[in-house]
């Protein structure tokens, strides 16, 4: 049975999205238990399941205004850190939350543990490719500098992922750089280049660009956490703004384009499905000694549900387990 | 009168395109005078006007797989080096090429020369905003490094830029981030925090989200090549990669939103047209002597006649004269 912490009072749409996702999950796979932490009148509003979950009541939680290392060593009851520290005493495999992603990054860190010799855990997400296989992406901002020995770590772990979690035989690592003659980069990109073309583990193909991201160039991008967390907000930004520039365009354009928007409905739907990409699940905080998992913010019940289906995943074919055997081997 | 010297075998659709968008730009300004470098059989067969246009023939030209520095060092006879050479000596006030990137920047540096003081030129864009009004950001990958320091230079850079060519009065300056919170980001970004916020020449509101960049909350964004590099081409990037999946999604669908599709074509094309976005003109290579301007390889002879309406703009205002002015008072 596989044991998974929720934080049932995290994100904008909490507890219901949560509970809801939770019902969902535990009436599609039977072999996980779910552990709701939060509070037990709201989550019982909307708990359906009586089987294989149990609620842990506390009425405090960390909001999305809180300094995150702050909250976690103070609020040493919210719903998170309750659900941080069940994987910590062994009572659970793994926690989700959809609340403060700083705070659960300090969690994470300070709660969980990083697996021995992994310096900095970096945040990691899929993320949508126009021929729908889409890609891996670390760090995405769990850290604001990072150095070539965090990027080739970072390699490792994706890499690990894409293979098990993803499916994919031989995952292709590429290094985001500024081009993708072997020569570019500032140091660091340098100085990584020459880390990842040196270990045979690694399936590298090289630089690559941001602008071919979405052309399904790498299968594992790893970048820094500031030019990640950049590149994470330039993709969403864009996306979001075009989405808007094309509502404002259809409604200011008169009846025959309205009608042209209705009959397109299902195309614009499609588009913002695979735009959304929530089948993939939400972001992890890997190089932790456990899956510590977060769902967007403004996560729906179809999101929470994904992410507890990707869980579920990272705990069967146990691949934070075959990281610590890999990185024990590989000293610091 | 405003000389320009223009690079008439750069792009991928030269010299047609370059020479169609100089005869409407001859037809359109009174006050300009074009000198076209390249390939004068060529040239010919596209040029319309007489009249303020001369042709400087040569058969040299940099492609667009050459190394960037070699090439600006041994083609002396390359249409691009003629045009920045023609500058260097006074003969024309502003060059223009929409060949290589790389070379062109090269040119900028070792031909055109810094203006005094500024370190590190930056490669400088307008780029969309919904509310249709855009922004510029800098520096876009001329450095694969920079300082802090550098990144003050972008900012007043940049704001004489808004202030003077787009007619903002007071051009609000923001810093990219990892988060908005004075207190966020890497060494760079806090150190160069702290030269904006002393600034008081510049109208500096903070740090900005690469997440809002389409939502106008800058009229200047400044960051390090690097970083710049990604977000533009992460842009680009996403920009292309939906209306592809928009495009794909409707050929699948049936009849109905191919109908749909037709309808809305005149928002679709808007849509395009506002992603676009070459009525802003080219990249300015910013911090030489003179205007440096780089249209895109693929442009066509609307984004070359309106990158030298921004040339006529940035001549007329004599903003980089007002840039060495300032930056002679600045020392260094």
């Given at each position: 049975m596989k044991k998974i912490a929720v934080d049932?009072?995290?994100?904008?749409?909490a507890p219901q999205a949560i509970v809801e996702g939770v019902n969902q999950a535990l009436a599609d796979f039977s072999d996980i238990e779910i552990q709701l932490y939060g509070d037990e009148a709201k989550i019982k509003t909307y708990l359906?399941?009586?089987?294989?979950v149990s609620i842990i009541h506390t009425d405090e939680k960390i909001n999305s205004d809180d300094e995150p290392v702050k909250a976690i060593r103070k609020k040493k009851q919210a719903s998170m850190v309750l659900g941080a520290q069940a994987v910590k005493d062994g009572k659970a495999d793994a926690v989700l939350s959809a609340g403060n992603t700083g705070a659960l990054l300090a969690a994470g860190l300070l709660v969980v543990g990083r697996i021995k010799n992994i310096d900095r855990p970096g945040l990691m997400s899929s993320l949508p490719t126009i021929d729908g296989k889409g890609f891996n992406m670390l760090d995405?901002?769990?850290?604001a500098e990072n150095t070539a020995h965090h990027l080739h770590q970072y390699a490792i772990l994706g890499s690990f992922y894409a293979k098990n979690?993803?499916?994919?035989a031989h995952p292709r690592i590429g290094l985001l750089n500024n081009?993708?003659?072997?020569?570019?980069?500032?140091p660091l990109r340098k100085e990584t280049f020459a880390l990842l073309a040196a270990d045979e583990t690694l399936n590298f193909i090289g630089n690559v660009e941001a602008r071919d991201l979405?052309?399904?160039?790498?299968d594992v991008v790893v970048t820094d956490g500031f030019t990640g967390n950049a590149v994470l907000k330039s993709i969403e930004g864009t996306a979001l703004g075009i989405m808007e520039q094309l509502k404002t365009s259809i409604k200011q354009a008169g009846l025959r384009a309205k009608l042209g928007a209705l009959l397109l409905k299902n195309s614009l739907y499609d588009l913002k499905d695979s735009l959304d990409y929530?089948?993939?699940?939400g972001a992890v905080l890997f190089g932790l000694k456990a899956p510590v998992v977060k769902c967007h913010g403004s996560s729906d019940a179809k999101s929470v549900y994904y992410t507890i289906k990707q869980i579920r995943i990272m705990l069967e074919t146990d691949v934070v387990g075959q990281l610590v055997e890999e990185f024990s081997n590989r000293g610091d």
């Open positions: 049932a009072m995290g994100g904008d749409n359906k399941a009586n089987d294989r995405l901002g769990a850290n979690v993803r499916g994919v081009g993708t003659e072997t020569t570019k980069g500032d979405m052309n399904s160039v790498a929530s089948g993939a699940g």
